[in-house]
């Protein structure tokens, strides 16, 4: 069981850069690094989709195309927290932003929404001027 809580969204105009953090809260006897964490979103009309997410234990990170180059994952195991760092925003990039975890031990994990179990509850990005 790991509870997720979201911040760090917000307005913020083209070309500028915002750091999302994914406050995980595990079961005891567990660490952050068990579950693999993915950050999702969800534009107004659109589906949910997979943005970025970072593999359990060995960490290996993966970005949808539309992100790469600008968007960056990181977790601090210490902290319990996976960060999504992302740069150079473009009006495409608003959306409520979902970070969600899942047991899945294997390295792919820019998987389908429906194959993580966790979820917060979102924050709101706006990139606009």
Request: net charge negative; charged share 15%.
């Amino acid at each position: 069981q790991v509870q997720l809580v979201e911040s760090g969204g917000g307005l913020v105009q083209p070309g500028g850069s915002l750091r999302l953090s994914c406050a995980a809260s595990v079961a005891s006897g567990f660490t952050l690094d068990y579950y693999a964490i993915g950050w999702f979103r969800q534009a107004p009309g659109k589906e949910r989709e997979g943005v970025s997410c970072i593999s359990s234990s060995a960490g290996d990170t993966y970005y949808v195309d539309s992100v790469k180059g600008r968007f960056t994952i990181s977790r601090d195991n210490a902290k319990s927290t996976v960060y999504l760092h992302m740069n150079s925003l473009k009006p495409e990039d608003t959306a409520v932003y979902y970070c969600a975890a899942s047991e899945w031990s294997g390295s792919y994990c820019l998987t389908p929404p429906s194959d993580y179990d966790y979820w917060g509850q979102g924050t709101q990005v706006t990139v606009s001027s």
